[in-house]
């Protein structure tokens, strides 16, 4: 009988990490020539084949940049399979809890939002464009301006708040450095 030889693999938790094994695991490697690479990405052969080719990351983005997916449809049936795939994939677009936002770099709240658009700026506009536009609106609708008129008070009122929303926003911005 053979004497069982030393190890070095002594198990949880020394030297290897969670389920791994020492068995092989099957590969499958980019189907592009002379790929070395595993390839995780299946795309079709041919429109409407099951048949698929399985590229890299990289040999995937280069075959997809070419293709057209609706090539040879009429419109109906393009949209058709359109709505299909996005009832298939609905869970991959974006979550409807993040689309209030719309532009932007994330760094202004849903209020500041407002205020911009209510001012008539991109949501990335610097505070001296904000006081810029306030003053240039305020001074078309100013009570004192125009005396009596209830539709320029009310517009007034808005441009002022949305000055007041931004003007505390960049203060605190500034406050917190």
Known sequence: MARQGRSTDWGF?????YGSSRETVNVRLCDRAGCDQP??????????SPDRWYFCTAHAAEYNAGWNYFEGLDKEEAERREQAERGEASGFRQA??????GSGDGTRSRDEL????????????????VKKAWRAKAKLVHPDVRPGDEAAAK?????????????AAEERRTWKG
């Not at 938790?13 to 990490?17: D, E």
């Open 155 to 167: 517009e007034f009122q808005r441009l002022q708040v949305s000055y007041e929303v931004l003007r």
């Open 114 to 129: 407002r205020a911009l658009e209510v001012l008539e700026l991109e949501p990335d506009a610097d505070f001296e464009a």
């Open 96 to 101: 409807a809890w993040a689309e209030w936002g």
């Open 13 to 17: 938790p020394r030297w290897r990490g």
């Open 39 to 48: 390839g995780n990405c299946p795309a079709p052969k041919s429109p409407n």
